[in-house]
């Protein structure tokens, strides 16, 4: 069974950093592109960022562009997001979803879920 | 950027009606590149559709999805009472990915 979990979200200061962890089982890890979603309260869901089975490559919306990065540990199973220069607009609950294939040039949906870890930032 | 445009936002039926999603594109999705998500309060969201039409694994024949270009639909042939929840689409055939901002289906 595909397992995805979340961990890493809290409460953090504009201009702050925090790094997001989520580790996957029940499939064989490197294969398979890897994805941080959020959702604002009251909001539909955003993507924002994706990354390779491989590694090599990676792509982020504009919003993020810059301040978050995105890596994975395929030995370990786990992958990153590390934002930095937070701003109150990054409160969300941030999801790690698992891609249905290793890239397909960056054009891919989730194909399981995890659920989620709460990031909020505020004074 | 594509904008997809769902509705209704909130859909109030009863168990054993019919449900119809829509998702509309501000511009047309390439290659049928459409899913649908099924998500539950303090859930995982659930993957039901990809390419516009094909179930994924494990999802009940009674979701069925359909369209392309610029218009799709979610269509819940009998309501249990395990499919009330929030419903959104996903574009994937650009290179920035969106989503609706969602339908609520809720047990009238």
């Known amino acids: 069974e595909v397992q995805i979990l979340e961990s890493g979200g809290g409460l953090v200061q504009p201009g702050g950093s925090l790094r997001l962890s989520c580790v996957a089982s029940?499939?064989?890890?490197?294969?398979?592109?890897m994805i941080w979603v959020r959702q604002a309260p009251g909001k539909g869901p955003e993507w924002v960022s994706g990354?390779?089975?491989?590694?090599?490559?990676?792509d982020y919306a504009d919003s993020v562009k810059g301040r978050f990065t995105i890596s994975r540990d395929n030995s370990k199973n786990t992958l990153y997001l590390q934002m930095n220069s937070l701003r109150a607009e990054d409160t969300a609950v941030y999801y790690c979803?698992?891609?249905?294939?290793?890239?397909?040039?960056?054009?891919?949906?989730?194909?399981?879920w995890g659920t989620g870890t709460t990031v909020t930032v505020s004074s | 950027e594509i904008v997809l445009t769902q509705s209704p936002g909130t859909l109030s039926l009863s168990p054993g009606e019919r449900a119809t999603l829509s998702c509309r594109a501000s511009q047309s999705v390439s290659s049928s590149s459409l899913a649908w998500y099924q998500h539950k309060p303090g859930q995982a969201p659930r993957l039901l559709i990809y390419g516009a039409s094909t179930r994924a694994t494990g999802i009940p024949d009674r979701f069925s999805g359909s369209g392309s270009g610029t218009d799709f639909t979610l269509t819940i042939s009998r309501l249990g009472p395990e499919d009330f929840a929030v419903y959104y689409c996903?574009?994937?055939?650009?290179?920035?990915?969106?989503f609706g901002q969602g339908t609520k289906l809720e047990i009238k």
């Open positions: 029940g499939f064989t890890f490197s294969k398979y592109a």
């Open positions: 979803g698992k891609g249905h294939q290793e890239w397909n040039s960056g054009y891919y949906y989730m194909d399981v």
């Open positions: 990354i390779s089975g491989s590694g090599y490559a990676a």
């Open positions: 996903q574009q994937y055939g650009s290179s920035v990915k969106t």
